[in-house]
């Protein structure tokens, strides 16, 4: 059982990942995402704002429950697994507009790359485990 101190460290560590995000900080990631996805339309400053917002409040919704779901599991390892069955939601995948398109790809980029943080953790923790255990 990992001691106190290594499970407090790791729900820290979803407290910060699950963070919200604000329109301004993610302003140039959601227009390089735009970009990346070759949308050929034009938008005006206006709709490209209210598109922003409601991916940003789609995303923060979407942390708000993952980090839920993270902070009941017991170790990295569950976290991992319980992130690869998050991948696709559940039911049918929303891709009726641009912005349901954009939130779904930033969904799953967040997906990916806390699994991978994630199985970079457990080597380490494995290793915290055997040192620990040698002291006794």
Known sequence: MPRQESVGSI??????????IDVVASWES???????LRFTDQLSDADRLEEYKWI?????????????????CRDVE???EMLGTSFTPMGKMDLSARRALVYQK??????????????????????KEEQDGWQY
């Open 106 to 127: 930033l969904r799953q980029q967040w997906v990916r790359t806390t699994m991978a943080r994630l199985q970079a953790m457990v080597p380490q923790e494995e290793e």
């Open 56 to 72: 940003v409040q789609q995303m923060n919704s979407f942390l708000t429950k993952i980090r839920t779901k993270l902070l009941t």
């Open 30 to 36: 959601l227009c390089d995402t735009y970009d990346a």
């Open 78 to 80: 569950a976290m991992v």
């Open 11 to 20: 729900y820290d560590w979803v407290d910060e990942e699950t963070r919200h």
